[in-house]
Nanobody, 123 residues
Framework: QVQLVESGGGLVQAGGSLRLSCAASVRTFSIYAMAWFRQAPGKEREFVTAIDWSGGITDYADSVKGRFTISRDNAKNTVYLQMNSLKPEDTAIYYC????????????????WGQGTQVTVSS
């Protein structure tokens, strides 16, 4: 079973940067595709970005392209989300998710989830 723990959220000013981390408790982290989703109050949970098992394929929501970067460190069983040029509309709870091998952009396709970390961007 896979357990995921997010960290790194907080309060930042618009235009600032933040890096989120997701630590996985699993023996074979390298075979899992990893993703970040986010959910704001009153909104549906939405896809942000994902990285496949090899690290060679990534995907980003149009709203974050050019500003966010996903990466993984298999030696540390950790996936990261570097967020730059943050906007107030990025405010949400950010969730880490995992599934076998291949990227998907629908939340229901991911079997394993963390508890989330709050990101708040002030005007």
């Amino acid at each position: 079973q896979v357990q995921l723990v997010e960290s790194g959220g907080g309060l930042v000013q618009a235009g600032g940067s933040l890096r989120l981390s997701c630590a996985a408790s699993v023996r074979t982290f390298s075979i899992y595709a990893m993703a970040w989703f986010r959910q704001a109050p009153g909104k549906e949970r939405e896809f942000v970005t994902a990285i496949d098992w090899s690290g060679g394929i990534t995907d980003y929501a149009d709203s974050v392209k050019g500003r966010f970067t996903i990466s993984r460190d298999n030696a540390k069983n950790t996936v990261y989300l570097q967020m730059n040029s943050l906007k107030p509309e990025d405010t949400a709870i950010y969730y880490c998710a995992a599934r076998f091998t291949n990227i998907r952009v629908i939340a229901a396709d991911y079997a394993y989830w963390g508890q989330g970390t709050q990101v708040t961007v002030s005007s």
